[in-house]
């Protein structure tokens, strides 16, 4: 009888401890609609609650700044690089002009609408954009409006406070364009 108590309590405590369960994570809150207006200050996504989007199925993040601006000032860890002035421009969408200079007025952007669209903006996802200060988010964010996604502006990475920055290293230069 002396043996069997404490396979008893073994028993016992096993069973106790198994019907107890890890608590559970709250889930993750729903991904709010976006909102027609392009201006960061609208948007319920924004630079001070992205790490809450971060690392989510179906969402992506993509930062528009230039490459150096990216090296040199730092990065959001779990977000995509995709340049404006260093590759979106001229291919997805060319600005239009307002006194003989290029503007930020998406009304006046010409969209190439043979760009690959699905090849970096597949459907489905929900994309959220910033820059440095949130201008080309506003602006990329218009066009792929037109474009059927879903889009919110984050706003601009000076903003950001979150634990995911990765520091820059202050000295990355592309070298200069070879001339012919």
């Not at 779990?78 to 503007?103: I, Y």
């Amino acid at each position: 009888m002396k043996r069997l108590a404490p396979a008893l309590l073994l028993a016992a405590l096993v069973a106790v401890l198994g019907c107890a369960t890890a608590p559970k994570t709250p889930a993750p809150a729903p991904i709010p609609a976006p909102v027609a207006s392009a201006a960061a200050k609208d948007s319920p996504v924004t630079m001070a609650n992205l790490d809450d989007y971060l690392g989510r199925p179906g969402v992506v993040v993509i930062d528009l700044r230039n490459f150096e601006d990216r090296f040199n000032g730092g990065y959001i860890l779990g977000t995509e690089a995709l340049p404006f002035f260093q590759f979106l421009e001229g291919r997805m969408v060319t600005r239009g002009l307002a006194d003989g200079k290029p503007t930020w007025d998406a009304a006046l952007a010409q969209i190439n609408e043979g760009f690959a669209f699905a090849n970096y903006f597949p459907k489905g996802n929900t994309y959220i954009l910033f820059c440095a200060s949130g201008t080309r988010a506003a602006y990329v964010k218009t066009v792929l409006d037109k474009k059927g996604y879903a889009t919110f502006n984050a706003g601009g990475f000076k903003d950001y406070k979150g634990s995911r920055k990765v520091l820059g290293d202050g000295v990355y230069a592309l070298p200069a364009p070879a001339s012919h």
